[in-house]
């Protein structure tokens, strides 16, 4: 086999793993948009819910995941705000790892510094806390 053909083979080969994280994701979107979280019964409650009457930062996104698959961002923003938000930068950070992927190039520690995962930290917690003030109100799903 030629360079050329055998470069390309090499491409492909290089997209399998993020084309497969995006499968997988498009099965469990899928999927969420079939069976409705909105409807009690269909999944789990969440447990830090259940067990202090609290949000966690979490609670509202697959009712979130389910409204942005029928189009609705204000109801998916009205369920979870951040998760919404992160939407963009987590297909950002996927058309980076699918992009250097086919060039051949390493994904690298860019996206996942210190500082980056220490900031989306904080913003979960300050997230996690005014959702459950009483100020809050207009974040809990």
Known sequence: MDVTGRRARDRIRSLRAPFGAAAGLAAAVAYLAVVDPHEPGHYP?????YLTGLYCPG???LRAVHDLAHADLAGAARMNLLFVVCVPVVIAAWSRWTL???????????AARPVYLWGLIAVA????????APFGHFLAP
């Open 125 to 132: 917690a300050v997230f996690w806390v005014v959702r459950n």
């Open 100 to 110: 250097r992927s086919w060039q051949g190039r390493p994904v690298g520690p860019g």
């Open 59 to 61: 609670c509202g996104a």
């Open 45 to 49: 409650v969440c447990p830090f819910y």
